[in-house]
């Protein structure tokens, strides 16, 4: 029932910029925390972003900086804004979102995206 969708990757030269979005839909009551990974090819998936539902941020030390991460409550969206892009940063990059379905559902379980590419070049 619940899905992330995300979108806005792709191809992009070093120094340039992306926005990334992830959307939730479904049967949802409520969303926690939402967060940006990424998967390169040979390399473990890594966590680049969250954000809580009260707004605060923290970061990987590689996005810092370069990366901002923001969210829309009333969208369920979630964002993540690239600067400054490298070659290093091309990846997969997933949303997550921590979702209750019901109101006694406080908690809530991981919901992961099927990614979008983004792809950097030098």
């Known amino acids: 029932q619940v899905q992330l969708v995300e979108s806005g990757g792709g191809l992009v030269q070093a120094g340039g910029s992306l926005r990334l979005s992830c959307a939730a839909s479904?049967?949802?009551?409520?969303?926690?925390?939402m967060g940006w990974y990424r998967q390169a090819p040979g390399k473990e998936r890594e966590e680049v972003a969250r954000?809580?539902?009260?707004?605060?941020?923290n970061y990987a030390d590689s996005a810092k900086g370069r990366f901002t991460i923001s969210r829309d409550n009333a969208k369920n969206t979630v964002y993540l804004q690239m600067n400054s892009l490298k070659p290093e940063d091309t990846a997969v990059y997933y949303c997550?979102?921590?979702?209750?379905?019901?109101?006694?559902?406080?908690?809530?379980?991981?919901?992961w995206g099927q990614g979008t590419q983004v792809t950097v070049s030098s």
């Open positions: 954000i809580s539902s009260g707004g605060n941020t």
């Open positions: 997550d979102a921590r979702i209750g379905l019901t109101m006694g559902d406080y908690w809530g379980r991981h919901y």
């Open positions: 479904g049967t949802i009551f409520r969303i926690n925390e």
